[in-house]
């Protein structure tokens, strides 16, 4: 396809990868140099008015349910060219059982065949699943959506995820409730007994802010303004849920979220956060007053038991 004008662009090699595009093309490029958390988070609308034609989205794979109908997107995933052999390996010792569900990020996809095989090798029985259509890829995880693991989660013994960063394992672990081994290609470390210590620290945490929320009387409820991090419909339910129990609310929309802005809404006690799950969980030192995650309002309100707990996702 040729685009005469290429206006946008986000990269990550920025001089050689634009100068590259530059030259290929006879148009303008503009690099949007903002925060960039995903493919939920793409300002399509922002970018009407400088008559872009294109989008190049470099690092993240689509989001396949989030609707766009204004400006072309090209996704460019950016592939690890790590050897995952030799971590792999030795992950093998770590694992629990021998019905492994494996998964990873768009970084690894391409490696996904090449894990399992490594696995049947030693025995193992691999299973990979496609998530829901909030997922490109088979085997992949997003830190919003682990339905790649959910769909096999009661057909293996334990969870590998080959990644680096804890920001993935740690949603795997609290949303599948199952054993994962974190293998990290990059520093050819394995975790796994530090992923549930992490783990139960959070879920303390979360505790504390359930806790806390119930002595709240005025709630802000946030949306984000992010096209892939909008569930209004579930605002709704959170205010209904609010209403039902006389407790003031407010919905609060916003596009980035900070603890700056929050603190200057001075008459909140409480926020509930419908938009990126991993603000209320990931974030949650960084605020003064308690955000909570949709699931954990039930908790607070005793519609559902602490033993029911479960780690929000856009699903
Ligand atoms: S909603 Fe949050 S976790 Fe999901 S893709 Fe966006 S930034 Fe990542």
């Known amino acids: 396809m040729q685009y005469k004008y290429l206006k946008v662009l986000k990269i990550i090699h920025l001089k050689s990868q634009l100068n590259y595009i530059k030259n290929k093309i006879n148009g303008n490029v503009i690099l949007i140099a903002d925060t960039c958390f995903g493919s939920c988070d793409i300002p399509y609308y922002e970018f009407i008015d400088l008559k872009i034609d294109l989008i190049i989205h470099i690092g993240h794979t689509r989001i396949p349910n989030i609707q766009n109908k204004s400006i072309p997107i090209i996704y460019l995933n950016a592939y690890s060219m790590i050897d995952i052999r030799r971590v792999i390996k030795k992950s093998i010792t ?12 768009a970084q690894h996809i391409k490696d996904i065949d090449k894990i399992k095989k490594i696995l049947e090798k030693n025995n193992l029985k691999p299973i990979i699943s496609k998530g829901n259509n909030r997922i490109s890829e088979h085997g992949q995880i997003i830190g919003c959506n682990y339905s790649s693991a959910s769909k096999i989660k009661d057909k293996v013994d334990s969870f590998l995820f080959v990644g680096s960063g804890n920001f993935h394992p ?13 293998a990290d290609p990059y520093s050819n470390e394995v975790k796994k007994e530090e992923l549930e210590i ?8 979360r505790y504390g802010a359930i806790t806390l929320s119930k002595n709240a009387n005025n709630f802000g409820i946030l949306i984000g303004l992010k096209k892939g991090q909008q569930r209004f419909d579930l605002a709704i339910k959170v205010k209904e849920l609010l209403d039902s129990f006389n407790k003031n609310n407010f919905f609060i929309a ?9 603190e200057s809404i ?13 603000i209320a969980i990931d974030d949650y030192l960084q605020y003064k007053k308690p955000i909570i995650t949709p699931i954990e309002l039930e908790i607070a309100f005793n519609e559902r038991k602490w033993d029911d707990y479960e780690f929000d996702q856009i699903l």
């Open 94 to 105: 770590y694992l629990t059982g021998e019905k492994i569900g494996i998964v990873t990020t």
């Open 170 to 182: 740690i949603g795997l672990i609290l949303s599948s409730k199952k054993p994962v081994v974190a």
């Open 198 to 205: 992490l783990r139960d620290k959070i879920l303390k945490q």
């Open 254 to 262: 916003i596009n980035n979220f900070s603890p700056i802005y929050l």
């Open 266 to 278: 001075r008459d909140i006690d409480c926020f509930i956060s419908t938009s990126c799950p991993r």
